[in-house]
């Protein structure tokens, strides 16, 4: 089965560009995480949906970031204007409930020169 | 210059040894916990979960246990594998009145030597 697929696997841009990661869930998963992994910080959860809804944005670091899921395979996470502390591991997840694990994709490196 | 960072803790175990990795959780609501492996350039791989209402659980060559008294979360990993060479996190996460955000350790280094 295909596992959670995120592109692109690497995106070197520089700052005040726009950035657009994007993920493909695990079919049949109705939730959806946007993770961003530092040496600094760990692993920050930044936003998740449920059935292509965001609950919880809290994570999201400012404005500058969005999150969209306009179908139920497939999701987005735009930086816009993109600033060289947002060099990071982005990550996308997902699972198929409550008391299930969360399915991790090998992650977009994004480095804002 | 210096990197400055999360200082991970770090594990070194001879192949073939068993490894022991910790972990302590702090929310008591928790009742949902998960193990995961994360090997260089690649997104975290989930190894093996426990619920509240056990407090031991086998998988392949991995065994977790959950002490719900002193909040405390462990992974065994019997005769460990140049291949378990990677980063462990452990995860908790409170089940009940819908679905809470999870939340990550840090997470432990584990280096095997060959």
């Known amino acids: 089965d295909a596992g959670v697929i995120q592109s692109p696997r690497h995106e070197v841009t520089e700052m005040g560009q726009e950035v657009t990661l994007r993920c493909k869930p695990i079919?049949?998963?109705?939730?959806l995480f946007w993770y961003r992994q530092t040496m600094m910080r760990g692993l920050e959860l930044l936003i998740y949906?449920?059935?292509?809804?965001?609950?919880?944005d809290s994570g999201m670091p400012e404005d500058r970031f969005s999150a969209k899921m306009p179908n139920a395979s497939f999701s987005t996470l735009k930086i816009q204007p993109s600033e060289p502390r947002d060099s990071a591991v982005y990550f996308c997840?997902?699972?198929?409930?409550?008391?299930?694990?969360?399915?991790f994709g090998d992650g977009t490196r994004l480095s804002i020169l | 210059g210096e990197s400055v960072g999360l200082h991970l803790p770090t594990l070194s175990v001879q192949e073939g040894d068993n490894s022991i990795i910790n972990c302590a959780y702090s929310?008591?609501?928790?009742?949902?916990f998960i193990w995961y492996k994360q090997e260089s350039g690649k997104g975290p791989q989930f190894i093996i979960d426990?619920?509240?209402?056990?407090d031991k659980r086998q998988g392949q060559r991995v065994t977790v246990l959950l002490n719900k008294t002193v909040k405390h979360l462990s992974l065994q990993i019997a005769a460990t594998q140049p291949g378990d060479s990677a980063v462990y996190f452990c995860?908790?996460?409170?089940?009940?009145?819908?679905?809470?955000?999870?939340?990550f350790g840090i997470g432990t280094k584990l280096q095997v030597i060959p």
């Open positions: 997840a997902s699972s198929s409930g409550r008391g299930q694990p969360q399915h």
């Open positions: 079919s049949g998963h109705d939730y």
């Open positions: 949906f449920n059935n292509n809804v965001p609950i919880d």
């Open positions: 929310n008591s609501a928790s009742d949902y």
């Open positions: 426990i619920r509240s209402n056990m």
């Open positions: 995860a908790e996460n409170p089940y009940s009145g819908g679905y809470q955000k999870v939340t």
